[in-house]
């Protein structure tokens, strides 16, 4: 028996529902990232193809990464040594990050030379890794106690390394840069993963509902007292211009509006079939960020209503196919990381639609895969390197389950 799983290579487990979606998303990013930067770097003097190769050279780096985490063991990542290295590393560069030269009145990137880091970005799956730890370290408390297993029946944490305390500190650390578009999908990646972790059903139906009154009471208040009262607030300051264009971004076109109102005329100048790739007028100079935060606007504005659906499908098979394999999988680690991996790119995908639209406040949040930024696509493919790696373990498992089957019943 044991010699029959050593004939098969890991290689034959390969997830290619998974892999595909995964390059095509990545090959229209490089040809997207190319079309919003080159007019960008031809104005500035540089290279047009400046960008692309930069990005073309994370994806590479990309490429290797995934193929080193699919071949490793995944009882490393179990390891409470290395989980609490990680996030020791991850508090240390977000700390960092505060003594190098912010970008938009906001901290958070690393730069040496050429080479720059968001350590934010890292944190979106160090977390969803970090609490599939934690969780499924207690499964069995968790059937028993449900949520309070999770709290040790304290709601105030007493203990250095509890997960609320960690998470906390992390989160704050985020939002204290600032950059609230990423501290969003990390506090909601945190809520996914608790709704995840074994509880009673119910608690996601509690932690929604927060989520949307707190949301209702924020906005309707702002709303109410006009956006003045966030420029009070002495580190969050900045976003009352973003919170003024979300309710009516044609009031002031020229400066809090500016980006919304002219993401809008993009999307209405693509129509149906879109202006065709590299066409665009917005990303000429009129259109801010158009090559990061508002990178999906162009794409609309180039490939059309269905061409961007088109990606949209694709993106979303993708993230459908990695919720199935954390359903299917029997390890709740691994159940945890894939359903952690696959909420995060949801959440990312819809705050950043719902930035460019009009629907939420913008953000500043990248669209995955074709927003330019390194670290984005460099984190989005280990997640998936990480993905593949625990299908494929629970494939070999499963195998070996059929076998061992068959040879008691032999």
């Known amino acids: 028996m044991d010699n029959q799983l050593k004939q098969i290579d890991k290689r034959h487990f390969l997830n290619y529902s998974i892999l595909i979606p995964y390059l095509i998303l990545s090959i229209i990013g490089l040809i997207m990232v190319y079309s919003t930067t080159s007019a960008v770097q031809i104005r500035a003097g540089r290279s047009a193809e400046r960008s692309f190769v930069t990005q073309a050279a994370f994806w590479g780096v990309s490429l290797i990464g995934i193929f080193i985490i699919y071949r490793m063991r995944l009882s490393f990542l179990r390891r409470a040594r290395v989980v609490n290295v990680a996030i020791l590393v991850e508090i240390l560069l977000l ?102 972790s074994g509880v009673g059903h119910r608690w996601f139906s509690v932690i929604l509902g927060a989520v949307v009154g707190i949301s209702t009471i924020v906005l309707g208040s702002i709303s109410i007292l006009g956006v003045k009262v966030v420029e009070r607030i002495p580190v969050f300051g900045y976003v009352a211009k973003r919170f003024e264009a979300f309710y009516n971004p044609f009031v002031n076109q020229t400066s809090s509006g500016l980006q919304l109102s002219h993401s809008y005329y993009a999307m209405s100048n693509g129509g149906w079939f879109g202006r065709g790739l590299g066409n665009s007028v917005e990303k000429n100079g009129y259109l801010p960020e158009a090559h990061t935060d508002f990178a999906f606007s162009i794409t609309i504005e180039e490939l059309g209503l269905i061409g961007a659906s088109l990606i949209l499908a694709i993106l979303f098979f993708l993230i459908l196919r990695i919720i199935i394999v954390g359903i299917r999988a029997r390890n709740p680690f691994n159940a945890m990381m894939a359903l952690g991996v696959a909420g995060m790119l949801l959440i990312q995908t819809f705050v950043n639609i719902g930035g460019i639209s009009g629907l939420i406040p913008a953000t500043g949040v990248t669209f995955p895969f074709i927003s330019q930024g390194g670290s984005s696509l460099l984190i989005i493919s280990i997640a998936i390197g990480f993905v593949l790696n625990i299908d494929a373990n629970e494939k070999r498992d499963q195998l070996q389950r059929e076998l061992e089957f068959g040879h008691r019943v032999g």
């Open 95 to 196: 700390i960092a990050s505060r003594f190098f030269t912010p970008v938009n009145g906001a901290y958070g990137w690393i730069s040496f030379g050429a080479f720059t880091m968001q350590p934010a970005e890292y944190l979106k799956l160090i977390i969803v890794w970090f609490l599939a730890y934690k969780f499924s370290a207690i499964q069995k408390d968790i059937s028993i106690y449900d949520y309070q297993a999770l709290t040790k029946g304290r709601w105030i944490p007493n203990r250095v390394n509890d997960w609320r305390l960690v998470s906390l500190i992390l989160l704050l650390l985020v939002a204290s840069l600032p950059d609230l578009g990423n501290a969003t999908i990390i506090a909601l990646t945190i809520l996914i993963m608790v709704s995840v």
